[in-house]
């Protein structure tokens, strides 16, 4: 009979392949290297396959492995449910809260979300991590991550969501543009305009080629950079226009940044903001009071 392995060798095995060494798996893990090294052997024993190919440039998962790695990702995820719903018996949020959120939100609107999260979980340890769309929705999915604070549209395919927000986006240029002028802007006036993008991977670039597409052909130029701070000191340096949603631009466009910003007009292009988590999560029902909490604490409507 094959002896169970413990959820520590499990943690130990998926530290691992995620590493890819052996050395930064145990610093991941807070065990010496010898340590891990003979509870990752011990678990090869006791399940009677080899889980990693070794060698001087570093380890990777065998076939049995990979295999072995994605069932105790699933393992200690369901353990990791099972302690959240006991935590959550009382009604209340409890322990770590792993939250990941998009470059483009996180400067603008995490810190009143996390304010009400901390209001309404105050047992809780929250533990933010900043993340592009495609890696938050992947980590939550996997359970990685409980929480995720994003904007949509963005694929969520199987997850749970909720908007708790909706702001526009504005027209962003540098004083005495051509653009520089009373009134909301029209989406005819974009046409022609070089417009400055973030790098491929962000959603608010999908969403200005969006735009882009609605006002015609636009010229657009791509900034290799993952900041809106970036991508507004290239604009107030006169390096072309570029669309920011309302949050960003109540920070990036303040009094002395040279930048000038007109709202679009209506209908006005913008973007949803959401929570997102697993259907699965025994919280669930405290993160659908969140969202509602959440509404309030942005000050920002809601979606149509």
């Known amino acids: 009979m094959i002896q169970r392995p ?31 090294s003979g509870q990752i052997r011990t678990l090869e024993e006791r399940l009677g396959v080899t889980l990693f190919e070794r060698s001087p440039r570093g380890v990777r998962c065998t076939p049995a ?15 990791d449910d099972l302690v959240a719903s006991a935590a959550g018996l009382g009604g ?10 998009i470059p483009t939100v996180a400067p603008y609107l995490l810190p009143r979300v996390v304010a009400a999260m901390r209001t309404a979980w105050p047992e809780a340890d929250l533990v933010l991590h900043e993340q592009r769309s495609a890696a938050l929705v992947d980590d939550v999915r996997e359970g990685a991550l409980d929480l ?17 927000g909706h702001e526009s986006f504005w027209l962003v240029f ?28 962000h959603c608010l670039r999908d969403h200005a080629l969006a735009v882009c597409e609605l006002a015609g052909h636009v010229e657009h130029r791509e900034v290799r950079s993952a900041s809106l701070t970036t ?38 292009p913008g973007r949803d903001i959401a929570l997102v988590w697993r259907r699965s999560d025994p919280r669930a029902p405290q993160f659908v009071e969140l969202a509602a909490g959440a509404v309030v604490e942005l000050g920002m409507t809601r979606a149509g």
């Open 6 to 36: 413990t959820l520590r060798q499990l943690e130990y095995a998926v530290a691992v392949a995620d590493a890819g060494h052996f050395g930064r798996a145990a610093a991941a893990v807070d065990v010496s290297q010898p340590g891990l």
């Open 65 to 79: 492995g990979a295999e072995v790695v994605a069932r105790a990702r699933a393992a200690l995820r369901a353990v």
């Open 92 to 101: 209340a949020v409890r322990g770590p809260v792993r939250v990941g959120v």
């Open 148 to 164: 995720g604070l994003l904007a949509l549209p963005y694929d969520t395919t199987g997850l749970a969501s909720a908007v708790i």
């Open 174 to 201: 540098p004083r005495r543009h051509q653009l520089d002028r009373q009134g909301e802007a029209t989406l005819d006036e974009l046409r022609g305009v070089p417009l400055l993008l973030l790098e491929e991977g």
């Open 231 to 268: 991508l507004a000191q290239m604009v107030a340096a006169g390096a072309g226009a570029t669309l920011l949603p309302g949050s960003a631009v109540a920070v990036e466009g303040r009094r002395g940044t040279r930048l000038k910003a007109r709202p679009l007009a209506a209908p006005a």
